[in-house]
C-alpha cells in the first residue's frame, strides 16, 4: 500500500521561508519520481518541482532560483524548501510519486495536501 504522509507548511509572511516533507512507504523510493504540486483556490493543480530518482530535478518557472526540492532515500523523504515566499505562492502543496511513467501502467499517488499561506 502506497503511501505519502506530508508535513511543513503553514502561514508565513512574504519574503519568509518555510519547508515541506513527503516520507513515502509502499514504493521503491530510490528509483521513483517524486513532485510537489499545487493548487491554488479557483485554480487547476500545477507542477512545482520535480525530482527523479537519479536526482535530476526540474522547476516551474515562477519558483526558480527560490524553491529547491531534494531527496533522502534514508528517509524515503523528499523535501521542498521554499524560499522568498510571495503571496501568489499560497496554495494547497501536494506530494506526488509518479510510477512507471511513460509506460501504459504509469499510476500518480498524492499526499494529503498541506495549506501554505503567504501574507504581504
Known amino acids: 500500500q502506497v503511501q505519502l504522509v506530508q508535513s511543513g507548511g503553514g502561514s508565513v509572511q512574504a519574503g519568509g521561508s518555510l519547508r515541506l516533507s513527503c516520507a513515502a512507504s509502499g514504493i521503491i523510493f530510490s528509483s521513483t519520481s517524486m513532485g510537489w504540486y499545487r493548487q491554488a483556490p479557483g485554480k487547476q493543480r500545477e507542477l512545482v518541482a520535480v525530482?527523479?530518482?537519479?536526482?535530476?530535478?526540474n522547476y516551474a518557472d515562477s519558483v526558480k532560483g527560490r524553491f529547491t526540492i531534494t531527496r533522502e532515500s534514508a528517509r524515503n523523504t523528499v523535501y521542498l524548501q521554499m524560499n522568498s515566499l510571495k503571496p501568489e505562492d499560497t496554495a494547497v502543496y501536494y506530494c506526488n510519486a509518479d510510477l512507471y511513467p511513460a509506460t501504459l501502467a504509469r499510476v500518480n499517488y498524492w499526499g494529503q495536501g498541506t495549506q501554505v499561506t503567504v501574507s504581504s
Open positions: 525530482i527523479t530518482g537519479g536526482g535530476s530535478t
